[in-house]
């Protein structure tokens, strides 16, 4: 590798981490099929404690290159701002396919669920009760995280590092109370169509949301840290961005689901 390169990209260096990581995503996948049958959890643990290991050692790698080593010039941050725009916009569409399930089911139910919505025997979630305050818990930090973001731009180390600690913080109780619901549910997956586009949606969410709070937790140590500056930040705009589109989607939830749909 040479040190001196006359273009601004960054050509990364030989890394064992994609392949580790596609292994332990197989594993993962693979243990999930064996718990799902064999209700034995050791594969997908294995595949689980893989999978974390690669991507704590990969980001430490990014955070290497981009803090310590200057390889993130502006045309590389160009290009990583295309890319998790792409991303979310895939992610868009990922969640376009649940809507589309749950509005086609309930807009024209068939006579196997009654011909009506929520289905014969399904008793939905009062949306007044949890999932509202878990919509006021998710605008709540949306609020934090741009007070983070705020922060970070006008060069005050304090109010970025409360903004991030409150977003991590919300973000943990949003789970902890779907966790909740989900163990209160007076229906399962199981429960006909309603059951399945329910949980596959809510459940996928749910999963961003964790996705997000390791995403802002990572960047509330890195600044806590100093790898951030005011002009050089993208690390934590990626993960705003990817907060407030989990936000949104929630929102689009809450309306659909868990108001409209009961």
């Not at 649940?98 to 807009?107: K, Y």
């Amino acid at each position: 590798m040479t040190t001196h390169a006359n273009h601004p990209y960054h050509l990364v260096d030989q890394s064992p981490w994609p392949l580790t990581g596609a292994i332990g995503a197989l594993i993962m996948v693979s243990g999930l099929v064996k718990w799902f049958n064999q209700f034995n959890m050791s594969l997908l643990i294995l595949g689980f404690m893989i999978t974390l290991l690669t991507m704590i050692q990969w980001w430490r790698d990014v955070v290497r290159e981009s803090t310590f080593q200057g390889l993130h010039t502006k045309a590389v941050s160009k290009g990583l701002r295309w890319g998790m725009i792409l991303f979310i916009i895939s992610e868009v569409f990922f969640f376009i396919s649940f809507f589309w399930a749950f509005f086609h089911s309930s807009l024209s139910p068939c006579i196997e669920i009654g011909t009506m919505w929520p289905p014969t025997g399904v008793l939905p979630f009062n949306p007044l009760q949890i999932p509202l305050l878990n919509t006021a818990i998710l605008l709540a930090s949306g609020v934090t995280v741009t007070w983070a973001h705020h922060g970070m731009m006008e060069k005050n180390h304090n109010e970025a590092l409360q903004g991030l600690f409150f977003t991590v913080l919300l973000g943990v109780y949003f789970s902890a109370l779907q966790a909740y619901e989900y163990l209160e549910s007076p229906f399962t997956m199981a429960d006909s169509i309603y059951g399945s586009t329910f949980f596959i949606a809510t459940g996928f969410h749910g999963l961003h949301v964790i996705i997000g709070t390791l995403f802002l937790l990572t960047c509330l140590i890195r600044h806590s840290l100093f790898h951030f500056s005011s002009t050089h930040h993208f690390g934590f705009e990626a993960a705003a961005w990817y907060w407030h589109f989990v936000d949104v989607i929630w929102l689009f939830l809450y309306i659909s689901i868990y108001w409209w749909g009961s």
